[in-house]
């Protein structure tokens, strides 16, 4: 994050995803986090949520309820200012919910609905849906879906492919160039259920 921030002194943090905490204790959680090398402020602190993504150096969308948050930025109009931003370059970094909004969709959340946005169109940075803490351990003698079972309904109706990134991965774009960060192959799957891996270094999906 460090690298990819570069320059910028300040980032916009979006805690919209919380539930059960304050915004101002996620904002203070992500600034002891990064601190280091960016100051973080919370977009609740701004009177004009908007103007404050058009001046942000940086923006960062932490996790939580991935349903809360595109309730929320639907509701303060800030999709598109969102986009229109990263389209100019400023750095976007997301994770877990926050990494679900880039997304063309949030059809691939793992978070229960407990709150009801306008429809279910993300911020559509990348086209690709990505589940995040992806796992494939199930609990002996439970009868629910395995996450890749979940997602293989998803393939089965749904056009656009979905990364499934475990812990500790992620996914860099920088200078039109895609980088997967991981210790472990990823799987891809496309519609249909195609499943294909996905190795730690630049690809093209």
């Not at 429809?119 to 990348?126: E, G, I, K, P, Y």
């Not at 990364?163 to 799987?187: D, F, N, R, W, Y």
């Amino acid at each position: 994050i460090k690298r990819f921030i570069k320059n910028q002194s300040t980032a916009l943090f979006i805690p919209y995803a919380a539930v059960g905490f304050s915004y101002d204790e996620y904002e203070a959680k992500v600034q002891k986090a990064l601190g280091a090398f960016v100051e973080v402020k919370s977009i609740h602190h701004y009177t004009n949520s908007k103007e404050a993504v058009l001046n942000a150096e940086a923006i960062i969308i932490g996790g939580g309820n991935t349903f809360q948050l595109l309730m929320l930025l639907q509701n303060n109009d800030l999709i598109e200012v969102i986009q229109h931003r990263v389209k100019e370059n400023i750095p976007y970094i997301g994770w877990s919910a926050g990494s679900n909004i880039a997304c063309p969709t949030i059809k691939t959340t793992n978070d229960m609905p407990i709150a009801e946005p306008n429809n279910f169109n993300a911020l559509n940075l990348v086209n690709y849906q990505i589940n995040p803490h992806y796992t494939e351990q199930t609990l002996t003698g439970h009868g629910g879906e395995s996450r890749l079972q979940r997602l293989m309904e998803y393939a089965a109706i749904n056009d656009v492919p979905t990364v499934c990134l475990p812990e500790g991965c992620a996914i860099k774009i920088e200078a039109g160039i895609t980088k997967l960060i991981s210790s472990e192959p990823c799987k891809f799957i496309q519609k249909g259920g195609k499943i294909t891996s996905l190795q730690h270094g630049e690809i093209s999906i």
